[in-house]
């Protein structure tokens, strides 16, 4: 059994982990903290691993305490630049566990989303056209979604380097309908009530067409992306700082 | 057996109709003709219904001519205004049958495409949210379509009508990834090579979804509602100009 | 302001009701009992519509009680037979309010898995082919689900009113895969985690394909439905027994 | 400029493959052969590569005596056993060119079909639930396709090689509308007019779905896949006989 403690264990997504580690017949709840607990009551002697979903003012703050601690780390929050992951990086090196300490970062645990994302960039030289369209709950606020942009951009690299051209398009007039061009991928946002995050993305070639989608319909989506980490970081997963979801994936 | 003549005969339009006529167990082909043709060819005594797909700088006087000789006529060329539909009503008023003559225009003969466009329209009401998608090839050079146009428009008047207010969207940045926005609905155009003419309507509400989706994926898939609109004129079609082939299906 | 009494407020949809009726600009809760509360607490004195989602061992004797103490009802609860309606018949016909008391009886308030039945049977005349694909979750105990049943049914029902005959369908070696046939139409059952309730039906001419599909994703997409019934019965709906949702559908 | 001889040049696909042929930049037509033609006109003298589409009955013979001459064949036609296979292995070794020589033969030359089948493969293990669903015209004879039935069992070896269990199902009872069952995969098959061919790959965990689905619109969507082979032939394609568009595919 893989001793499981959760940091923001009554958030949103922490209150997700706590059920998903109480359900999952390999994992167990150690300690289920949120604001105000003592994170130093975390130890290799009770925790195996954490799982960290809190907010991005004090996550970072988090994670150092967590790395000091000497206990291995799950971070779902998000708002991770660079600069931070830097410090991350230095306090494995600086911590009680240089060469087995164990962090993994991911923007987005759903796995749909990782391998729609990843089948598109292996796809995308094979196909005269692509375009990509996001769907989400109205009440987001940015369009298109980060996941949109990233998936496009990773199209479009990979076209790139293929050496293909540009996608075809002869649109002489338009009004907007043709949506945001990113990297010189179009991509459309729908927002529409009922929904909460999908994405779709249509490949065309003359007479075929393949389209690869990822549904996200609530939260629940995001805990076997986070228990396969969990089990990843309790296993073989390589000593340091990893991110994003697809390093944990056997593509 | 209801005796079919075809004008334009060897156009892409055309030739499909000449194919269909043949195909069809209740049709047959009476004369093809094409430009160059002698129209007066065609009369009563030979034509119950004339098809004409030209094109639009000759359909009008093509339309005119017919009526003159007292045969009902099938339009599906494109580029009618309101000026030339009159001109239509008064060659019937002035022709030799202006109580019994029939002339059918239709701006779209796919049945799914103008089911769809209907019954956008019923649930409209119903919905909080609503956005439309149109997919064609990238050689089409106007964004959106007009089809789509067409749909948005009835959404919006028939929220309009029940009162409602605008769609739910908190979106507060975006880069040209919400489409064009037609009377309060979104629309978005998809330029794929492979796909030909597709439009879907994405209704929402609190924890639900309506989907109504055409596809046409050749211009055979017009035939099915010329052959419907052919019979009807040979038929219990009223006398007059009838616009529209919705007012062919018993909606 | 509606007033809307709750019975069944603890369960599983009772409780999406009374957050529903609280959340609605136009409703007030009055009363929110459960198993075990004196029914007889309700009356017109309090309450103007009753919402009933109880289980079918007891959802007669409550519709006859809250109809013997005057009040309008909203019923979801499901198992109803012709036995039952004609006794909820009777108990209005013999209660205090005969010429106005109404009672409303749905199996299934999702209003886009109605409109797609709807539409369903109204496209039905037009289509060569049409197949019924239902999606639910794994737990499902019953393949295909009664609304899919339902569809094909009508759908059958109106190509055989139209004359037509059977869909096309040159199979001639088969291990199982085209499905159950209903009344001449193939129903697939699709059974996946992740998904809720989902319904999909597929339309086919030469050239063209008309897909309607209906998504419920949680059981709060029946909320919808149960305000506009709520609506209807303190409105214009008729005095009686009606059944069905589409009876106050405008289509 | 890549020389290429089409045997079978009248036949359905064979027609298409000289117009793409003609079509592409770096290709060009050198002999258009059909049934009745001399094969021996092709050599390496006037041909880089051949594609042939014939017939089952002939294909073989067609392919040894090509090998003969010394070209290298690209073979579209279907039929092909292990038994087949080991001939023409044999003809290469005892042929003029036998390090050199290139074979590579392929049942599905639609690129979107063949990744679809690579990612549904690799995507597998990260799911609870899978099922397949094919959609051709309803003139096949054959229900599922052996393109569906190859899918799932892919994807059921994949699930049992990483250690899976069933995929959950509670259906207690049903009249056929679960399709029939590949390795423990439901496959389901949709007979629609209009529609070419069709496959849809759905896997679900708790709250999120992953949608794969390839469509194949007309025979030119082959194209793409044949020049793919010719240029591969052309280029570093390694020698001997190659069976599987997926071996040509960076995937």
């Known amino acids: 059994m893989i001793r499981v403690s959760v940091v923001g264990a009554k958030g949103r997504m922490g209150s997700h982990v706590v059920d998903a580690v109480n359900g999952a017949a390999d994992t167990q709840l150690a300690l289920a903290l949120d604001a105000g607990d003592d994170l130093t009551r975390i130890s290799p002697d009770n925790t195996d691993v954490v799982v960290e979903f809190t907010v991005p003012a004090v996550s970072l703050t988090n994670v150092l305490a967590l790395v000091a601690q000497g206990v291995d780390v799950v971070v779902g929050t998000t708002g991770w630049t660079e600069e931070k992951l830097a410090k991350v990086r230095e306090a494995i ?17 759903a796995i749909s989303a990782v391998l729609a994302d990843h089948f598109s960039t292996q796809a995308a030289k094979y196909f005269e056209s692509v375009e990509v369209i996001e769907l989400h709950h109205p009440d987001k606020v940015d369009a298109p979604s980060g996941t949109a942009i990233h998936t496009a951009a990773g199209i479009a690299a990979a076209r790139k380097a293929a050496g293909l051209g540009p996608v075809p398009d002869n649109t002489q007039t338009d009004g907007g309908s043709r949506g945001q061009v990113v990297d010189g991928v179009h991509v459309h946002a729908v927002r529409l009530r009922g929904l909460n995050a999908h994405e779709e993305v249509l490949f065309g070639n003359a007479g075929e067409q393949l389209v690869i989608r990822a549904d996200s319909f609530d939260r629940g989506s995001f805990m076997p992306g986070v228990l396969l980490a969990v089990r990843k970081l309790a296993g073989d997963a390589p000593a340091g700082l990893t991110v994003g979801l697809d390093k944990f994936l056997d593509l």
Do not use: C, E, L, W
Request: aromatic share 12%.
């Open 93 to 109: 090196a600086a911590g009680p566990r240089p060469d087995t300490q164990k962090v993994f970062i991911a923007p987005n645990f």
